[in-house]
């Protein structure tokens, strides 16, 4: 229900009246008659009610989610009704606090941060294991720092281990995090990585927005997409998370503080601007800038320590905003490739020396360079709806942005650093593949400006003191085209994150089983496995050697199956202790992702298990450990 308070027009006082968007004041009119309008106002109860309903629901639903039972859906077939019923009440209040977002911007604030908590928070508050069986080697990371207290860039560990020694700002953060909180290892609070992470970077994020844009509704708007197109699972317990972070802290203080003298021209002027757009923030001189630079410096450096990739990001972003006259900074670009170019050839040098040998083989290679995962394909009901929703979701963001810088072209000039910075890491594709994630690392950097401006495709510009007939039908369009599209990305965003969770969960009974065989093979063992992505796959990394057979194309796997005993002993260095770890996870990675065909993990199993060259060291529902004894041959 709306109150509906008669308010004066702009048309029958002198009195400014109340900009819907912003709240500011803007001039009156004529002065003429006393003509009121009746101007709804959201009912100020609404905020509070649809949060403690949303809030209900969703407790309701948790101890009813079958995480155990997962079938080929992953959790969307596990989900219980009131659990999509919470989704949909939090979206209605936070259509309904837009209307109040000028005066009250705390409640679209507070669905926000109840929205990333809905969807991201089930694992961390049910799961009894570490989600993504991958994140289990950060923890592994994290435990050999706080063994042996020291890093070693130049050891060659198995694994692809060495890297995370060369960039170990992560690991060494939370090794003293581990270590301040008591706790055993980081895996006892590593499921809650989205949703802390999520919440540090909804300011961030508002501060980005806030540069460009004086409409709350459009910022929270963006802000409640960025939360939803955020499928991509990049902000879970890994370096990545953490650099992206720093970076969007770097080029929110870049926009903020960094316009030159008199490059803004023509939008210094209001009426040049879309009613939506900010004041262009002021400039700074020469000085101020050295010192902002000074200032971020030590922030790149910790980008820097912390992941590879996201350094070279953040310098195309960079030289992104060079390109305009307003951001024109060569001496920030400048600092920010030193401190790479730096790292890279100190700490970095292996892997980074290695990376150069191989970009002659990637330049170029788009179609290659642009690859999801390994070489498999997605197959199952759960991982291909996964991947439809994934396409599906980014060309609905790519569309409703587009359809912005096209019909927005006031405010899209406005905001062109934005939009500039969301296409910098695009040519990236034509660089390297980056282990089969380029794709999905450049639509992460892209999308707090696709965000923006794909609320901008939603979010109409406010009315002035008399709307026309054109403006009038904008705002109805609006007002069902807005919490419909919210309502379809939320659909899209479910089978995109946990479409294949039956993937991520892995119980506790392999991890334990895992542990046991690893902490029985004695020190330079070789582990041997179709893929890493089980728990504690790298439990004791710099013990062991490792080779995941069937991280390969399919063809070479299909070989492989049809003597898997003789395939593997032939690549099995000659006197090396060697055990084979297969468990459930990996059946169901290989199977989903498409690295083995139908029945083939189980014919590998089965093959291996009666091999006179392999011994059961174990057998479990959950998996099997085999010892190589080549003396029986």
Not at 17 to 27: F, N, W, Y
Not at 280 to 309: E, G, K, S
Request: proline share 8%.
């Amino acid at each position: 229900m709306q109150h509906h308070v008669p308010v004066p027009t702009a048309e029958s006082s002198t009195l400014p009246a109340p900009d819907a968007a912003t709240g500011r004041k803007r001039p009156g009119g004529d002065g003429g008659g006393a003509r009121r309008r009746w101007i709804p106002r959201g009912t100020p109860g609404a905020g509070p009610l649809t949060l403690l309903l949303a809030a209900g629901l969703w407790t309701y639903s948790l101890p009813r989610i079958g995480f155990r039972e997962m079938g080929d859906y992953g959790l969307l077939d596990r989900l219980p009704l009131t659990y999509y019923l919470s989704l949909l009440v939090l979206t209605a209040g936070f259509v309904v606090g837009l209307r109040r977002a000028a005066t009250a911007p705390w409640w679209p604030a507070a669905h926000c941060a109840a929205l990333l908590f809905a969807i991201k928070a089930p694992p961390a508050v049910l799961y009894d294991a570490v989600r993504y069986p991958w994140a289990s080697k950060h923890d592994a990371v994290v435990n050999t720092l706080l063994a042996n207290g020291e890093l070693r860039p130049e050891a060659a560990l198995s694994g692809n281990m060495s890297a995370y020694d060369q960039w170990p700002g992560f690991f060494t953060l939370n090794a003293g995090l581990t270590r301040a909180l008591g706790t055993e290892s980081a895996a006892a609070y590593a499921n809650w990585a989205p949703v802390v992470l999520g919440l540090l970077m909804i300011p961030v994020l508002v501060l980005i927005y806030r540069t460009f844009c004086r409409d709350w509704r459009l910022v929270w708007t963006a802000v409640w997409i960025f939360q939803l197109a955020n499928w991509v699972g990049q902000d879970y317990f890994a370096p990545q998370g953490l650099a992206y972070l720093l970076h969007l802290t770097v080029i929110a203080v870049v926009l903020r503080h960094f316009v030159r003298p008199g490059s803004a021209g023509r939008l210094r002027d209001r009426t040049f601007l879309d009613p939506a757009a900010a004041a262009v923030p002021p400039p700074t001189d020469r000085r101020q800038r050295a010192v902002c630079v000074v200032v971020l410096a030590p922030l790149i450096a910790a980008v820097n320590a912390t992941h590879q990739l996201t350094p070279v990001m953040l310098c195309v972003c960079l030289l992104a905003l060079n390109l305009t006259r307003r951001y024109r900074n060569a001496g920030l670009l400048a600092v920010a490739g030193l401190l790479m170019l730096t790292w890279d050839l100190t700490m970095g040098r292996p892997l980074f020396t290695e990376t150069l040998s191989t970009l002659k083989e990637s330049i170029g290679e788009l179609t290659q360079n642009s690859r999801a995962g390994y070489a498999g394909q997605l197959t199952g009901p759960g991982p291909e709806l996964a991947g439809r929703a994934g396409v599906l979701m980014v060309l609905a963001i790519v569309v409703l942005a587009g359809a912005a810088v096209v019909l927005r072209r006031r405010l899209t000039r406005s905001a062109l650093p934005l939009l500039l910075v969301s296409v910098a890491p695009v040519p990236l594709f034509a660089v390297n593949d980056y282990g089969g994630e380029m794709l999905f690392r450049v639509y992460l950097f892209g999308l707090p400006g696709a965000a923006f401006f794909a609320a901008a495709a939603l979010v109409p510009a406010a009315a002035g003191p008399r709307p026309g007939r054109r403006k009038v039908l904008r705002d109805r369009t609006a007002a069902v085209a807005l919490p419909a599209v919210l309502v379809l990305l939320s659909a899209g965003f479910l089978p995109s994150y946990y479409g294949k969770e039956k993937m991520y969960y892995t119980p506790p009974e392999e991890t334990a089983l895992v542990t046991r065989a690893l902490d029985s093979a004695p020190d330079g063992s070789l582990i041997l496995a179709t893929t890493g992505s089980f728990p504690q796959a790298l439990h004791r990394y710099d013990r062991l050697e490792h080779w995941y057979f069937a991280e390969q194309e399919l063809p070479e796997n299909e070989r492989m199956l049809k003597d898997p005993a003789g395939y593997l002993a032939a690549g099995i260095p000659p006197g090396t202790r060697t055990y084979v770890v297969l468990t459930r996870t990996q059946d169901v990675y290989t199977a989903g992702e498409g690295l083995l065909p139908a029945g083939g993990f189980e014919t590998l199993r089965t093959e291996l298990t009666a091999s006179p060259l392999f011994r059961t060291v174990e057998a479990h529902p959950y998996g099997v450990v085999l010892e190589y004894r080549p003396a029986i041959r």
